[in-house]
């Protein structure tokens, strides 16, 4: 079963006194100050990670030479395998794959403007 997504808009003040009553709030509350806290918690360890495979690279003595292994752990957000090949491709795809997107854009809207 998929779940339905949950909107990201900001509540406004109002709705959120109109629409919950005070345990609620409270709950809310406590629960969002937690979640910061993991959230920097968890960003505190990517840091981390970055200093330990920068330190790697320094032993090594050249940037980009150490294939890192994929995590042992799965990380909420990224699948490991597109990970392990997106690592490989990242910064080359991400310009390729921009500039070509953004040619037929405009050559489908010129075709559209001819047909009209």
């Given at each position: 079963m998929a779940k339905n997504p949950i909107s990201t808009a900001p509540l406004s003040f109002v709705e959120i006194v109109m629409r919950a009553d005070a345990e609620t709030i409270k709950a809310a509350y406590d629960a969002r100050?937690?979640?910061?806290?993991?959230?920097?918690?968890?960003?505190?360890?990517?840091?981390?990670?970055?200093?330990?495979?920068?330190?790697?690279?320094?032993?090594?003595?050249?940037?980009?030479?150490?294939?890192?292994?994929?995590?042992?752990?799965?990380?909420?957000?990224?699948?490991?395998?597109?990970?392990?090949?997106?690592?490989?491709?990242?910064?080359?795809?991400?310009?390729?794959a921009a500039a070509p997107s953004a040619e037929p854009a405009a050559e489908d809207d010129v075709k559209k403007d001819e047909n009209e």
């Open positions: 100050v937690k979640v910061d806290g993991l959230l920097a918690e968890r960003e505190a360890a990517y840091r981390k990670i970055a200093e330990l495979e920068q330190q790697v690279e320094t032993v090594i003595g050249e940037q980009g030479v150490f294939v890192f292994p994929e995590p042992p752990l799965p990380v909420a957000g990224f699948n490991a395998k597109p990970a392990a090949s997106a690592s490989s491709n990242k910064k080359p795809a991400a310009p390729k």
